[in-house]
Nanobody, 125 residues
Framework: QVQLVESGGGLVQAGGSLRLSCAAS????????MGWFRQAPGKEREFVAG????????YYTDSVKGRFTISRDNAKNTVSLQMSSLKPEDTAVYYC??????????????????WGQGTQVTVSS
């Protein structure tokens, strides 16, 4: 089992920045991949960013490239998502997720077996 606890989020004006953090505990392996997803009202949960724990390889959805940065802290077992140049369309509940893979980096919710409780990010125009 893996437990994930998110922190951060809140209300920010367009163009501003926010930082989300996710603390992982429980069973973790080098094959773990950590990801951030988001879900806006009436929309499906979508992939935002991911990081492979073993080598810190990162990958992003196109709409956040250049604006969001995912990183991990080995010592604290945390993953962070630094969000800059925020837009109103970034408004959503953001979820931290964990999955295990030895193959291609996962991007769909079904490929992640563990989830945090979610944290609201609201960007005002």
């Amino acid at each position: 089992q893996v437990q994930l606890v998110e922190s951060g989020g809140g209300l920010v004006q367009a163009g501003g920045s926010l930082r989300l953090s996710c603390a992982a505990s429980g069973r973790t392996f080098r094959s773990i991949v950590m990801g951030w997803f988001r879900q806006a009202p009436g929309k499906e949960r979508e992939f935002v960013a991911g990081i492979r724990w073993s080598d810190a390889s990162t990958y992003y959805t196109d709409s956040v490239k250049g604006r969001f940065t995912i990183s991990r802290d080995n010592a604290k077992n945390t993953v962070s998502l630094q969000m800059s140049s925020l837009k109103p369309e970034d408004t959503a509940v953001y979820y931290c997720a964990a999955g295990f893979t030895l193959g291609p980096l996962p991007r769909t919710p079904a490929q992640f077996g563990y989830w945090g409780q979610g944290t609201q990010v609201t960007v005002s125009s």
